[in-house]
């Protein structure tokens, strides 16, 4: 016998891409702003950035709803050990790019499940290798022009137009680079008691 949804979900995140993804799961939860600091810390790695944000991110939301079980994440783009994340306008923009062009960028997409009343706690990463082209002015002028990806960490919505900047991508999760790494968060899910299958039987098609 089925068992009934056992808690509610939340996403501890206002990012819509996050939310879109999560919504490929078929199952219900609703969302709530972490409000967190997301500033880095001095001398912390862009991999610890990325890990440390998507804890603190679940862990703050999950004391607002202690019963549910609250996914944080955090994405944090690596050159060369430098963090990049979103450039928030234009120029800074500009800038990621012109960096990024004709070089390998790590993307760090970390994942956390709490659940305060049944003690769970769970954390993860993701990292995604990109190589990008060697970009010119004008194609980054274009590009920014035609997405505008001014929420996106390292001006790269890969899901968008942004595709066409990119020479490969490496990763084990192909939904990481938008920003939730869904296998994990979905193997997370299931350690918190929420069976997404037998969950998604009962919900409309």
Not at 16 to 45: H, M, N, Q
Not at 96 to 104: D, E, K, P, S, V
Not at 145 to 159: F, M, T, V
């Amino acid at each position: 016998m089925v068992q009934p949804f056992p808690r509610k979900l939340v996403l501890g995140s206002t990012s819509i891409y996050r939310r879109e993804l999560l919504e490929r799961l078929r199952i219900p939860f609703s969302v709530a702003s972490p409000k967190v600091d997301e500033a880095t810390l001095r001398g912390e790695s862009p991999r610890a950035t990325a890990q440390r944000l998507a804890h603190a991110k679940a862990q703050a939301v999950a004391h607002s709803f202690p019963d549910s079980v609250v996914i944080g994440s955090d994405q944090v783009a690596d050159l060369n050990g430098q963090a990049l994340g979103k450039p928030g306008n234009h120029e800074r923009a500009v800038a990621q790019l012109r960096a990024m062009r004709g070089n390998i960028v790590v993307f760090h997409t970390a994942v956390a499940v709490v659940c305060i009343s049944s003690g769970f706690c769970a954390r993860d990463i993701s990292p995604v290798t990109v190589k990008f082209r060697e970009l010119s002015d004008e194609e980054i002028e274009s590009y920014l022009h035609l997405e505008k990806p001014y929420d996106c960490a390292g001006s790269a919505k890969s899901e968008g137009l942004g595709i066409s900047l990119l020479e490969f991508i490496e990763s084990d999760d192909p939904t990481a680079l938008i920003g939730l790494p869904l296998i994990r968060t979905c193997k997370m899910l299931r350690s918190a008691g929420i069976d997404l299958l037998h969950t998604n039987q009962d919900q409309p098609r």
